[in-house]
C-alpha cells in the first residue's frame, strides 16, 4: 500500500518561500499513469489543488497559484516537493500530499499545518 508523508517547516514568514516534501513509499513515483498532487486546506475553507507532477516528471499548477508555485521530484529518495514563493497568511493552510491514478485508490499524507506569520 502507497504511503506518503509530508515534512517542512510548520511556520513561515510572509514573503518568504514555502517549502514541502512529501516521501513516498510502498510505490514509486515513476509508476506510470500516476499523478503527485499538493492539495491545500486554509482554515474553514474547502480544499484547493495546488498542482501535481506526474510518472513522467510534467508538472502542472492551478492557474491560480502558477505564478509562485514549483513542483519538483527527487527519483533517487522518492520524494516530491513544493515550493510556494512570497506566501502571505493567507496561505496558511493544512497541506497535503496525495497520489492519483484512474482506477486505482486514491492516497492521501496526513496532511502538515503551515502558518504564515511574522
Known amino acids: 500500500q502507497v504511503q506518503l508523508q509530508e515534512s517542512g517547516p510548520g511556520l513561515v514568514k510572509p514573503s518568504q518561500t514555502l517549502s514541502l516534501t512529501c516521501t513516498v513509499s510502498?510505490?514509486?513515483?515513476?509508476?506510470?499513469?500516476?499523478?503527485w498532487s499538493w492539495i491545500r486546506q486554509p482554515p474553514g475553507k474547502g480544499l484547493e489543488w495546488i498542482g501535481n507532477i506526474i510518472y513522467n516528471g510534467n508538472a502542472y499548477y492551478s492557474p491560480s497559484l502558477k505564478s509562485r508555485t514549483s513542483i519538483s521530484r527527487d527519483t533517487s529518495k522518492n520524494q516530491f516537493t513544493l515550493q510556494l514563493s512570497s506566501v502571505t497568511p493567507e496561505d496558511t493552510a493544512v497541506y497535503y500530499c496525495?497520489?492519483?491514478?484512474?482506477?486505482?485508490?486514491?492516497?492521501w499524507g496526513q496532511g502538515t499545518q503551515v502558518v504564515v506569520s511574522s
Open positions: 510502498g510505490g514509486s513515483i515513476t509508476t506510470s499513469y500516476y499523478d
Open positions: 496525495a497520489s492519483f491514478s484512474a482506477g486505482a485508490d486514491d492516497y
